[in-house]
């Protein structure tokens, strides 16, 4: 089966045209203020406007109120939520939208547990655990971790052109998540290293 890719953290235009031009499956748009990735309602619609059909369009939350949520859905064309901090499945399951939990992966992770709870869940987003940082943390993590679950699994964490091969052979995910790893700043994508990351990844 072909490994799927998101690209996250989309701040231009461009970046987004070009991921879609290259092969991305999914953008991902981050609505974290705390984020150097975060953008606007506005920003998103431009971004968004001419993309692909087949480009899946996620945005990122990080606990937020339902009523940012609400507002993001009414201003922008949106087919995924990714749901990135503590929220419970009452709370991701109630926009009618399919959603992505991500989960942060350390020593005694339940895996199972989590897949349970979540089973709503369209897929879980395993991320590196790191002490108040919700995700973007550009370290991965121990993928022996993982095991097999009875969800669609998406690999993010650290993920760039020199390692994403053998994440995949090892973990053999449902889809790859990358956002710094194809970065020559924060939020500004790299179309060279987009290339090289969707070339590995076919490769594999």
């Not at 001419?50 to 922008?76: I, Q, Y």
């Not at 992966?105 to 349970?116: H, N, P, Y």
């Not at 369209?122 to 940082?133: E, F, H, K, N, V």
Request: hydrophobic share 40%; with cysteine; net charge negative.
């Amino acid at each position: 089966m072909r490994t799927r890719v998101k690209i996250c953290g989309i701040t231009r235009q461009q970046d987004a045209d070009f991921a879609a031009e290259s092969g991305a499956d999914a953008i991902g748009l981050v609505f974290y203020p705390p984020s150097p990735r975060a953008i606007s309602f506005a920003q998103a619609k431009v971004i968004t406007a001419d993309l692909s059909p087949f480009v899946s369009k996620v945005a990122l939350f990080v606990d937020p109120e339902k009523d940012l949520v609400s507002r993001c859905l009414d201003d922008v064309s949106v087919d995924i939520i990714q749901f990135h901090g503590n929220e419970t499945p009452e709370f991701c399951q109630q926009f009618d939208l399919p959603y992505l939990k991500a989960i942060r992966m350390s020593e005694g992770t339940d895996l199972s547990e989590i897949a349970a709870r979540y089973s709503s869940a369209s897929a879980l987003l395993l991320d590196t655990y790191q002490p108040g940082i919700p995700g973007g943390t550009g370290k991965t993590f121990d993928w022996s971790l993982i095991g097999r679950i009875n969800k669609p699994i998406i690999l993010a964490g650290g993920l760039d052109v020199t390692n994403v091969r053998e994440a995949i052979h090892q973990v053999q995910p449902y889809a790859v998540d990358v956002s710094g790893g194809v970065e020559s700043d924060k939020g500004i994508k790299s179309h060279e290293k987009i290339s090289t990351f969707m070339r590995e990844v076919a490769n594999a």
